[in-house]
């Protein structure tokens, strides 16, 4: 059901749009009036997510780590993996950003005979994550031909490196092949690993198959059912300019593939997709790991109520600890009654 349910949703939502985009007054609404609403919603949404993460307090240094700490001069510092310096914090952040470097050091972990616990690579996340991505971004400024008169230099030329390899008419893009088997290997991996499919939710196959129908529908009007493209840059140039109209003639499918992208483009900011921004403000990785240099309290805290340290906690409960058997670190003074003898 938690996969069923998603795949209904979408297609759903295919049905609806082929059937706006041929009734009176259908087109103008899927073509004018939802792209000018979802992208208010994705801009507000986007902006409200990203002020409430940058409010949230976090007084205390807690990076990830999985290298050696700076310590004594000589130990060696892993300064990537844990670093001391802002310098080190940004190296980290763009192998992150662009590399997916803490995907790269994911490993497998699986129980066998014995039973035994083996830790194995998971370098094809990695690999099949970066795919997804860069083709996901290439499609994107691809894309940007539609909205930009004349059209920019790095646009073109992203355009022929994508078609370097030309099989036949039209150019055949390499990276609509490679993010469709991308997507698909996604979502292969959440229903045939167990542990994945266990944990995985009806949030998480939504996008999935939502981004699927896009790529599907675009691969449909560039080389099956071919669109009328001046018809579909007038529209999305007079989108632009505010001045939107519609011609006859652009086919159902392309309403359908701007009815998928809008919704896709309102639901980003309140879906695990969110990710895209929140890297930036994740704790885990945008802090320095200085606790052995610097000492950090908790700002928020009350200056009427001073530090109650163990130390202080064990002279006030010392008599209560040692009667309950728990050990201390200072044994209880002698009474006055007690043998000096006996002492």
Not at 141 to 152: A, K, M, S, Y
Not at 161 to 187: E, K, R, S
Not at 293 to 301: A, D, G, I, T
């Amino acid at each position: 059901m938690r996969i069923l349910y998603p795949f209904i949703a979408v297609l759903a939502l295919v049905l609806i749009a082929l059937v706006g985009a041929n009734l009176p007054g259908g087109q103008a609404l899927i073509g004018v009036v939802l792209p000018y609403v979802a992208f208010l919603i994705f801009l507000g949404g986007f902006v409200a997510k990203i002020l409430g993460w940058a409010k949230s307090p976090v007084p205390f240094r807690i990076p990830t780590t999985c290298g050696q700490e700076k310590s004594l001069s000589w130990i060696p510092q892993n300064c990537i993996d844990n670093p001391s310096t802002r310098g080190g914090v940004v190296i980290r952040m763009i192998l992150e950003i662009f590399l997916f470097r803490s995907l790269f050091r994911n490993t497998k972990t699986e129980i066998h005979d014995g039973p035994k616990l083996v830790y194995g690579s998971s370098k094809y996340l990695w690999l099949f994550g970066l795919l997804f991505h860069y083709c996901f971004l290439t499609i994107v400024i691809r894309h940007l031909r539609l909205f930009t008169t004349p059209v920019p230099f790095f646009v073109s030329v992203t355009e022929y490196l994508d078609g370097f390899f030309q099989v036949g008419l039209p150019v055949l893009y390499q990276t609509d092949i490679i993010f469709v088997l991308a997507i698909t290997f996604l979502f292969l991996r959440r229903v045939i690993m167990p542990q994945v499919r266990y944990i995985s939710l009806p949030a998480d196959y939504f996008p999935l198959f939502l981004i699927m129908g896009i790529a599907i529908t675009g691969i449909l009007m560039r080389y099956f059912l071919r669109a009328d493209i001046v018809s579909i840059k007038q529209l999305t140039m007079g989108l632009v300019t505010f001045s939107p109209s519609i011609k006859e003639g652009i086919s159902s499918v392309f309403f359908i593939h701007l009815f998928l992208v809008c919704v896709l483009l309102a639901y980003f900011p309140f879906s695990k997709l969110m990710h895209l921004g929140g890297v930036f403000l994740s704790p885990t990785r945008n802090m320095t790991n200085n606790s052995r240099m610097v000492r950090h309290e908790n700002p928020w805290n009350d200056p009427n109520i001073k530090p109650h340290s163990y130390a202080h906690y064990e002279d006030e409960f010392r008599e209560f600890m040692v009667e309950a058997g728990l050990p201390v670190d200072k044994g209880l003074p002698p009474s006055a009654d007690e043998d000096p003898a006996e002492k």
